[in-house]
Nanobody, 120 residues
């Protein structure tokens, strides 16, 4: 059974930091492209950052310079380090794995999400 379990969300003040984690099981994590998406109420789901199986990363312009994606293949865990948080970063953050062009937003597997709330 494939599982993606996110953790690390919470409520912080603007300027604060959080580190999200996503522990994967049931598929070959090391061979898979992974990503973080987010969705705020009333907004579309948007890509935050992605990392390919060989470690190539992409970061959305809205979070460039503040968020960093990484992975630990030994722990089957994906991370998102978030610094300089802004109220507009408030959203549910989802971990996604295993690129599939025919799947929702291009990823086959999705976690349940972890809420990030940033207040002034």
């Amino acid at each position: 059974e494939v599982q993606l379990v996110e953790s690390g969300g919470g409520s912080v003040q603007a300027g604060g930091s959080l580190r999200l984690s996503c522990t994967a099981s049931g598929f070959t994590f090391d061979d898979s492209d992974m990503a973080w998406y987010r969705q705020a109420p009333g907004n579309d789901c948007e890509l935050v950052s992605s990392i390919t199986s060989d470690g190539t990363t992409e970061v959305a312009d809205a979070v460039k310079g503040r968020f960093t994606i990484s992975k630990d293949s030994a722990r089957n865990t994906l991370y998102l380090e978030m610094n300089g948080l802004k109220p507009e970063d408030t959203a549910m953050y989802y971990c996604a794995g295993s690129w599939d062009a025919y799947a929702y937003m291009g990823f086959r597997y999705w976690g349940q999400g972890t809420q990030v709330t940033v207040s002034l």
